[in-house]
């Protein structure tokens, strides 16, 4: 009876991935861009939180550092770290909220008006992409904006804070930015 060989072939990092992403960074190039090929890793992590599905996936970028966002219950980037460590500390405290916030009566609710505020962005970056926008109405947007900012304020103003194992990053407006406005 022949011996049955089967050997499997490493065909090393995917040729024709290769090819498609050289494809891309000339196209690329032809529009004017400058492009850094890094060579790195994403790590998508898993949790089940008090029935809640939590995703959060990292990367390191070209400064050495690691780029966290939440993907769900809804995407929120976390910041960038120095280390694997910071990731772990950000995770840990990100879990200890969604599991208080999982518990609210509110927390459907949340979820969704969160969605909506994406959807609310998506919208805005719309209307000033496909439409000359008057000055007027750019006015009518920062004022609906600062209302918003104000009902924030004024939440945190009568509400009972919850978690102190680390304090609030956005909630003041002067001299914060958000995360996701961050020079790489």
Not at 97 to 104: D, V
Not at 107 to 112: G, H, N, T
């Amino acid at each position: 009876m022949p011996e049955r060989h089967s050997r499997r072939v490493e065909r090393g990092p995917r040729p024709y991935l290769k090819a498609e992403l050289s494809t891309q960074e000339m196209r690329l190039k032809q529009m004017g861009a400058k492009i850094e090929v890094i060579n790195s890793f994403l790590c998508y992590i898993r949790f089940e939180v008090e029935g809640v599905k939590v995703k959060y996936v990292y990367n390191l970028n070209r400064k050495g550092q690691f780029f966290l966002e939440r993907v769900t219950p809804y995407p929120q980037p976390a910041g960038t770290f120095d280390s694997e460590k910071d990731v772990v500390e950000s995770i840990r405290n990100d879990i200890a909220q969604i599991k208080q916030l999982a518990r609210s009566s509110h927390f459907k609710e949340l979820i969704d008006m969160n969605s909506d505020l994406r959807f609310l962005a998506r919208r805005l970056d719309s209307i000033c992409l496909y439409y000359d926008v008057k000055p007027e109405d750019i006015a009518t947007i920062r004022d609906s904006l600062g209302h918003l900012h104000g009902v924030f304020d004024a939440i945190r103003g009568h509400s009972d804070r919850v978690y102190f194992d680390t304090e609030p990053f956005c909630l003041d407006r002067e001299g914060e930015v958000p995360p996701d406005r961050e020079d790489d």
